[in-house]
């Protein structure tokens, strides 16, 4: 299935009564569910209907808005320096993007579903992941250690193609021109991920506010990314498409070739995975 007929699919299926439970849609064997958390508040706030009385009235010196990743830590730093007087409000959907489900004995995300391993700048994101046990030594180093039961070994990605699997996400095997851009775009990746600005800070880091400021390395926001791989002479097929798969934001994709050029078919981001070995959807780096 074509992502674009999936999207299609589930933008009609989103004004169906579905939410009483999984319904076998179209054939596919695959129940599917259709989340709409926030969206009878919403369209209340719409259409200027009005609201129901309040049952209660607290008053504290801070409210944090919605239960997900971002007011979760929001609540644990503040909770952490001492300050007591505020109220985290669940929302619509409680644990927001880090909310999630049971198929069965199968767990799944319904929002993001993995953390990449934080950069040496992340020092907030470690100090949390060391609170909690995802980090056992070394939050400060440039390799800490890691509670192995949460990590998401290798391979953990892989992209179906000529009827089996691949290990990572690059289509190989596409000839020898394709596969020397695709070593050469991987080593210059990881040179850029070392470079440094003339302001001593790393060019490319997470959080962004903590990127160098050079203005010779800030002009490349003024350039596309199909420029930039074009000025670099990176036009493989194999490597374009894998890039357009990633602007996409795809979980899972299947190589095939019924027209001119590549294209790319994704299943639901919620599919059940069988086992970790026939895995089609990508539980990230950790997890």
């Known amino acids: ?91 619509p959907e409680p644990d927001g993007n880090a909310a999630g489900g049971a198929f069965g004995e199968w767990r799944y995300p319904t929002g993001a579903h993995y953390l990449p391993l934080p950069s040496p700048e992340s020092v907030h994101v470690r100090e ?60 210059h990746v990881k040179q850029l991920q070392q470079q440094h600005g003339a302001d001593g800070r790393r060019v490319f880091t997470v959080p962004t506010a903590l990127a160098s400021t050079d203005p010779a390395w800030r002009a490349l926001d003024q350039q596309s990314f199909a420029a930039w791989l074009a000025a670099h002479g990176y036009t493989a097929p194999g490597l374009l498409w894998y890039w357009t798969t990633a602007a996409a934001t795809t979980t899972a994709a299947r190589w095939r070739t019924p027209r001119p050029g590549p294209a790319c078919t994704t299943l639901p981001p919620a599919a059940a995975r069988p086992t970790p070995k026939t895995a089609r959807c990508s539980p990230g780096r950790t997890g």
């Open 128 to 187: 949390l992941l060391a609170e909690m046990g995802v980090i056992e030594a070394g939050g400060d180093s440039l390799r800490p250690t890691f509670d192995e039961r949460v990590l998401v070994h290798a391979p953990d990605e892989r992209l179906w193609r000529d009827g089996q699997w691949q290990d990572g996400l690059l289509p190989r095997g596409l000839g020898a021109d394709d596969d020397a851009q695709q070593r050469r775009f991987l080593l």
């Open 1 to 91: 299935m074509q992502r674009r007929d999936f999207l299609r699919i589930a933008a009609a299926l989103a004004g169906l009564p579905l939410l009483s439970g999984c319904r076998q849609v179209l054939g596919w064997g695959l129940p599917i569910e259709v989340l709409r958390p926030g969206m009878a508040a919403g369209h209340r706030l719409r259409d200027a209907s009005a609201l129901p009385p309040p049952r209660g009235t607290r008053r504290v010196d801070t409210v944090i808005v919605g239960s997900g990743v971002a007011g979760l830590f929001a609540g644990w730093r503040l909770a952490r320096e001492g300050y007591r007087d505020f109220v985290l409000l669940n929302g």
